[in-house]
Structures are given as structure tokens and as C-alpha cells.
């Protein structure tokens, strides 16, 4: 009809069309797919998943010292017998489980993509559990000075008695029998006094000091360690990287290529 030479009816215009993007006009609904962007967007979702799980771990780690170090599980001293000169103190254990908590929080900070971010973690994980010169002793008192009381006889004072005490004297020895302790383990009646002398007798040992904070040498081992352990995790991720950026591009139309720039 409307093409009718006899009809004077004009056409009805038809409306303005947006300007859609070039995808749109051209029937694809999905950005253009390429490897180097599938690439960096693969790494990118891997390390941002991993950045938090080994800070939650850090954290953690941090507080299990702490709690170590106030005397959480802790085995008293009298049920470790003759083994108790080879188990380290509880201090020593908080210090070793705070290196590895500094150890995860290196790694956090290699991982994640906010420097910032990392580098904030590792200032609050890595500080030592004790201040430096804790296990100093005290400086000692100085001894106060009193002045002799001047005698009231002057110089010609008679010099003080001093009696001495007497001395009992001392029991007869027996012989010693030097078949004596033979006969003892023949007979099997110096086991129980050897056991009994034994367990008295305790190695002297004074109060748990705790340990000196890592050296130069420690530090660097951690900041190594942390390293290897960050990238490692990344790289164990790098799976979950590759199907969740193949999820992006496929289900929600996302650019791979802008991945980690918009953030």
C-alpha cells in the first residue's frame, strides 16, 4: 500500500535508533576474546584470591602465638620427665609459630595486587611478640653505706669476746664395701633406690627467657620463604583463574582485557 502510485499518503518515518556499540550492531553480544587478555585476567583472579586466604591465615597464626605465649597449652614441667631438657619452652614455640604467621604474611603481600594493602599486613604481623630487652635483668640497688656508731669508751675500748660455738664430732664411717652395690643388683634391691634418687634429682634450671627477635640472616630467610609460598599459592590457583575468567567472558559479557583496570 504504501508503495501505490494513486496514494497521496506520505510513509511514516520511521524512529531514530541509538548508536549501540559495534558488537551490538553486528550480532555478537560478547567482547572480542583474545589469549593475552584471557592471560592476565587468569593471573589477576588467581592472585586476588589467594591475597586473602593467606592473610586470614597470617592473622590467625599471629593470634595462635600470642595465646601460646600467655601459656595456652602448655605442659607442666613435672609430667615431662627426663625428656624435659629436650622439649623447648613455650616461649620458644610462640616465637617459631610468630615466624610463620610473618612467613604467610610476606606471602599475602606478594599475592595481592594492593601493594599498600600488603605492606599494612606485614607491619601488623611482623613486629616481635616481646620488646627487645625483656629478658635483661635489673640493674642492681646500690647498697646504702651506714656509719659506725662511735663507742662511748673512746679509743681504749676493749675489744669484743667472741665464743666459739662448739663442735660435735663427727660419727665413725663404716667401710665402704666396694662389693656392696654388686650384691645390690643381684639381689635387685638398689633398683628402686637408684629409681627413687633418680627422680629427685632435677637438672637446675631457671625461668623461661623469651627468644631474641630474628636477626638479619631469620629476616631474610622469611622474606625469601614468604616469597616462594605466595607464588606458590598463586600458581596452585591458577585453575580456578582460568574457569572463572572463561565464566566472565562467556556468562557476563566481560572484557578480559579490562580485567583488574576498572578496580
Known amino acids: 500500500m504504501a508503495n501505490e502510485p494513486l496514494r497521496r499518503t506520505r510513509p511514516r518515518p520511521e524512529p531514530p535508533q541509538p548508536d549501540r556499540p559495534k558488537i551490538w550492531a553486528e550480532g555478537d553480544q560478547r567482547p572480542p576474546f583474545t589469549f593475552r587478555g584471557l592471560r592476565r585476567a587468569t593471573l589477576y583472579l ?3 584470591a589467594v591475597a586473602p586466604l593467606n592473610a586470614w591465615a597470617a592473622r590467625t597464626t599471629r593470634r595462635v602465638a600470642v595465646n601460646v605465649s600467655n601459656g595456652a597449652g602448655r605442659i607442666p614441667e613435672g609430667k ?5 631438657r629436650f622439649v623447648p619452652s613455650h616461649l620458644r614455640v610462640a616465637g617459631w ?7 604467610l604474611a610476606h606471602a599475602s603481600a606478594v599475592a595481592d595486587t594492593d601493594f599498600g594493602r600488603g605492606n599494612a599486613l606485614v607491619a601488623e604481623i611482623e613486629p616481635h611478640l616481646w620488646p627487645v630487652g625483656v629478658d635483661e635483668a635489673p640493674a ?3 647498697q646504702e653505706t651506714v656509719e659506725p656508731i662511735a663507742s662511748p669508751f673512746g679509743a681504749d675500748a676493749p675489744a669484743p ?3 666459739a660455738e662448739p663442735v660435735p664430732p663427727e660419727p665413725e664411717r663404716p667401710e665402704a ?5 654388686i650384691r645390690d643388683d643381684l639381689d635387685g634391691a638398689g633398683k628402686p633406690a637408684r629409681k627413687a634418687k633418680a627422680a629427685r634429682y632435677r637438672p637446675p634450671s631457671g625461668p623461661a627467657l623469651p627468644p631474641d627477635p630474628p636477626g638479619p640472616f631469620a629476616t631474610t630467610a622469611i622474606q ?3 616469597y616462594l609460598v605466595g607464588w606458590a599459592t598463586v600458581i596452585i590457583a591458577l585453575p580456578y583463574g582460568l574457569v572463572r575468567s572463561l565464566w566472565l567472558w562467556r556468562a557476563k559479557s566481560v572484557d578480559l582485557r579490562r580485567v583488574g583496570l576498572d578496580d
Do not use: C, M, Q
Open 161 to 163: 669476746v667472741v665464743l
Open 177 to 181: 664395701d666396694p662389693l656392696a652395690a
Open 140 to 142: 642492681p640497688r646500690p
Open 46 to 48: 588467581s592472585r586476588a
Open 80 to 84: 615431662l620427665g627426663r625428656v624435659e
Open 97 to 103: 609459630i610468630k615466624n610463620s604467621a610473618a612467613v
Open 224 to 226: 625469601v620463604t614468604g
